[in-house]
């Protein structure tokens, strides 16, 4: 029996799991991880931590399927995408903080590199980068001395795992802002414009080949390391979306969408954006766009912390289920701004159409109807300018939630695939270490195999109706900011 070890270090926390070539669970591990905000806008998590928590859930996954590490055949690494930190590359010690992704302390930073010319959006790596030199005299002194290295999540686990081989996959590379998407390389003119040497980033490799064995101290034995790729990505090739126009959408604290483009790098509607989707050892690129719906999973998690309507997200999903429709109470999500295709990180959420008859039930209905309206907002800016699929595939720990896939799929009007696997990102990067080691063919990964089918139960004029409306709804979250 093959056995895989994929590791997803997300946002909120990181799991492991063990896969058989079948792509059914033997064993997993998971640990929380932490955030903190010590201003307003910065969101940071200690290096120390995910590497700790990492070496956790891989002893947990491992006595889950009651293994050994020598038993394993591949080792995958999948990961939030964008995030950034620097090391020194003689101790494999952290020299600042893992800035996340959510991160926007150099917002103002970003605005200026645009005005030059560069493609650097908030979010990404570049600017995060920047400042972390700029800022932290440590990090100045490993770069005169050559020994610094800067890297995201799969960089640094990879560089941990290893003993500190220093790479990063074209796919997380893509996500970085400072990948040049037509020479597959990193951007030198915008490295020279942020004064980062190209020596101190990872060496750029394929996502799924021999990329280097793990060391005997990091996870008990020499396996080899096959697979790297962010999480959307994998979560694509987990979903078997291999054929130009698959699209996925992975429900957990954001929604996020993907569509295969194939060989080729495509563009489509507003926000949306381009990205290596994976590639093999001596195969050419697929690549994919992507656009997203910033809180999805986060507002089910708010409407339990903040409002407290209930003791759990599955709670909640039972009273979005105990009525019959939303009673005209309505929500826009926008609690962190509006992803794709408004790009709007000032929007503010609402809550909208209250009366007197209204209750936590009618709330809990319209904030999942929120979250399957600002999907379709995203699936129509990924798919402008193309033919639509004829199916929308769904991972994620929201996507376990029953009516959201209904309501989604009748405001789509398209059926929605759930996948049996909740965890898309860690199938996919099983499966791509899979062919990474050799232990199996392409065409073995491609069968796809739905846990439940959700097709449309409206009519096509009940459903432009919702969208006309929402349409006019989603425009107030961008005047309440």
């Known amino acids: 029996m093959t056995k895989i070890l994929a590791i997803d270090a997300g946002t909120t926390g990181v799991r492991a799991i063990v896969f058989d070539e079948r ?31 990492t070496c956790a859930v891989i002893a947990d996954a491992l006595a889950d399927a009651r293994l050994s590490p020598h038993e394993l055949n591949a080792v995958g690494v999948t990961n939030q995408r964008s995030s950034v930190m620097a090391w020194d590359a003689r101790k494999l010690s952290p020299l600042s903080a893992m800035l996340s992704w959510q991160d926007i302390r150099a917002v103002e930073r970003a605005t200026e590199l645009q005005a030059q010319g560069f493609f650097v959006t908030p979010n990404v790596s570049v600017t995060k980068a920047e400042w972390i030199l700029r800022n932290v005299p440590e990090v100045r002194e490993a ?24 790479m990063c996959d074209h796919a997380n590379a893509s996500a970085t802002g400072f990948y040049a998407h037509l020479e597959n390389s990193w951007d030198r003119a915008l490295l020279d414009a942020v004064d980062i040497r190209e020596a101190a980033l990872p060496r750029l490799v394929p996502c799924a080949a021999a990329l280097a064995t793990t060391s005997v101290d990091s996870i008990g034995a020499r396996v080899p390391l096959a697979g790297i790729c962010g999480d959307q990505q994998a979560a694509l090739f987990g979903l078997a979306c291999t054929e130009t126009g698959d699209t996925k959408c992975s429900y957990g604290t954001s929604a996020m969408v993907d569509c295969a483009t194939g060989p080729d ?20 690129m697929t690549w994919c766009v992507e656009g997203s719906v910033i809180t999805a999973g986060a ?43 408004f790009a709007d990180s000032s929007a503010r959420g609402l809550i ?21 309206h600002r999907v379709c907002d995203v699936a129509e800016a990924v798919w402008q300018g193309s033919s639509v699929p ?53 065409g073995d990964v491609d069968a796809w195999k739905p846990d439940r089918v959700f097709e449309p139960s409206t009519n096509s004029a009940n459903r432009h109706g919702a969208r006309e409306l929402w349409r006019e709804r989603v425009p107030l979250a961008a005047r309440g900011s």
């Open 390 to 442: 004829s199916a929308l595939r769904a991972d994620g720990g929201a996507s376990r939630n029953d009516l959201l896939m209904q309501l989604q799929a009748d405001l789509l009007g398209l059926p929605v695939e759930r996948s049996a696997e909740p965890d898309g990102s860690a199938l996919g990067i099983a499966r791509l270490a899979a062919c990474g080691a050799a232990l199996c063919e392409r």
């Open 23 to 53: 792509g059914a669970r033997l064993g997993s591990g998971y640990r929380e991880l932490a955030m903190t905000y010590p201003r307003p806008g910065w969101a940071e998590q200690n290096p120390a931590e995910i590497w700790h928590g």
């Open 143 to 166: 770069a005169r001395l050559g020994s610094l290295r800067f890297g995201g999540v799969e960089a640094w686990i990879a560089a941990n795992l290893t003993g500190g081989a220093h």
């Open 265 to 284: 790098l495509a563009l489509r509607g507003p926000a949306v954006y381009p990205l290596v989707a994976w590639t093999s050892d001596g195969h050419d």
């Open 299 to 341: 507002a089910v998690q708010w409407l339990r912390d903040a409002l407290r309507i209930a003791e759990s997200a599955a709670e909640i999903g039972l009273l979005a289920a105990s009525v019959p429709d939303s009673a005209g109470v309505w929500v826009v999500p926008a609690l962190q701004g509006l992803g794709t295709p």
């Open 352 to 372: 909208g159409g209250l009366s007197r008859g209204s209750d936590r039930a009618h709330v809990a209905r319209a904030l999942l109807e929120g979250i399957a």
